[in-house]
């Protein structure tokens, strides 16, 4: 193992670990992980770390665009949100550069940030690409993850987190599955814009599903999505009690 993978694993070594992922982009992971992180950090001392080198989504989303992590001698500080959670990201190093990489850079820019990144929290949640690369590969190496796949039941959506899910029952994973933007609340009517296409029967071990309705106020909370009181925690309540479950079983 190299130096830094060596490092991240002597980080991550007896932390509670968790990867939000998406077999696609535009799904609404950043979200689901910013809030997921939000609602566990109320019982754990969290770190997120954003490991989407490509969006960079996180720190627009806590209102840290543009800002710049200090770097002392444990390490590449994290952001706070509170005193419970924290913030890892590129974007933190990189400040509004576009950064794009080929795939093998992909891996170093992630062995690099997990190996000099100051973690020192109980929890850990790491907001992954979109897709099947070698990302996963990577994290798999340094720590036993447990994943929340995010999708949504649009037809493609739900042909492409499959392969995804079949790509983790390979790993031995037993992922939880996030439905979001299922459905839209309009009085007492449930209201579903991509029908009633089920999410049952994927995979080759059946996941457990959270269900997240859509919700237009959403976009008033980008730079302070520690702030949202929305529709969405509800289910993002519910994910959090099935990931704790998790993990008072290991």
Same mark, same amino acid.
């Given at each position: 193992?190299?130096?830094?993978?060596?490092?991240?694993?002597? *980080?991550?070594?007896? /932390?509670?670990?968790?990867?939000?992922?998406?077999? *696609?982009?535009?799904?609404?992971?950043?979200?689901?992980?910013?809030? %997921?992180? +939000?609602?566990?950090? /109320?019982?754990?001392? &969290?770190?997120?770390?954003?490991?989407?080198?490509?969006?960079?989504? $996180?720190?627009?989303?806590?209102?840290?665009?543009?800002? %710049?992590?200090?770097? /002392?001698?444990?390490?590449?500080?994290?952001?706070?949100? =509170? @005193?419970?959670?924290?913030?890892?990201?590129?974007?933190?190093?990189? /400040?509004?550069? !576009?950064? +794009?990489?080929?795939?093998?850079?992909?891996?170093?820019?992630?062995?690099?940030?997990?190996? !000099?990144?100051?973690?020192?929290?109980?929890?850990?949640?790491?907001?992954?690409?979109?897709? $099947?690369?070698?990302?996963?590969?990577?994290? @798999?190496?340094? &720590?036993?993850? $447990?994943?929340?796949?995010? !999708?949504?039941?649009?037809? $493609?959506?739900?042909?492409?987190?499959?392969?995804?899910?079949?790509?983790?029952?390979?790993?031995?994973?037993?992922?939880?599955?996030?439905?979001?933007?299922?459905? +839209?609340?309009?009085?007492?009517?449930?209201?579903?814009?991509?029908?009633?296409?089920?999410?049952?029967?994927?995979?080759? *071990?059946?996941?457990?599903?959270?269900?997240?309705?859509?919700?237009? !106020?959403?976009?008033?909370? +980008?730079?302070?999505?520690?702030?949202? *009181?929305?529709?969405?925690?509800?289910?993002? =309540?519910? %994910?959090?009690?099935?990931? =704790?479950?998790?993990?008072?079983?290991?």
């Amino acid at each position: 193992m190299n130096p830094l993978l060596n490092l991240a694993r002597k *980080k991550l070594q007896g /932390r509670k670990t968790i990867a939000v992922m998406s077999a *696609k982009g535009g799904v609404g992971k950043s979200v689901v992980s910013s809030l %997921l992180a +939000i609602a566990l950090s /109320r019982e754990y001392n &969290t770190l997120l770390i954003d490991l989407d080198i490509h969006t960079m989504a $996180l720190p627009k989303l806590f209102g840290y665009e543009g800002s %710049l992590h200090e770097v /002392r001698k444990e390490g590449i500080v994290p952001f706070t949100i =509170n @005193e419970k959670l924290k913030l890892l990201t590129l974007g933190g190093v990189v /400040r509004n550069k !576009t950064v +794009i990489l080929p795939g093998r850079n992909q891996e170093k820019v992630m062995e690099s940030l997990l190996g !000099t990144g100051a973690i020192n929290e109980e929890l850990v949640i790491f907001d992954l690409p979109p897709g $099947l690369g070698d990302e996963i590969l990577v994290l @798999e190496k340094v &720590t036993d993850f $447990l994943p929340v796949v995010v !999708t949504n039941p649009s037809e $493609l959506s739900v042909k492409v987190v499959k392969y995804l899910l079949d790509y983790l029952a390979e790993l031995g994973k037993d992922p939880l599955l996030v439905a979001n933007m299922s459905y +839209i609340k309009c009085g007492s009517q449930i209201i579903r814009p991509f029908g009633n296409l089920s999410l049952h029967g994927m995979g080759r *071990k059946q996941p457990q599903i959270i269900e997240l309705p859509m919700d237009e !106020t959403l976009n008033e909370f +980008i730079g302070k999505i520690h702030e949202y *009181k929305g529709e969405l925690l509800d289910g993002i =309540n519910k %994910l959090s009690i099935m990931i =704790n479950e998790r993990m008072h079983q290991t």
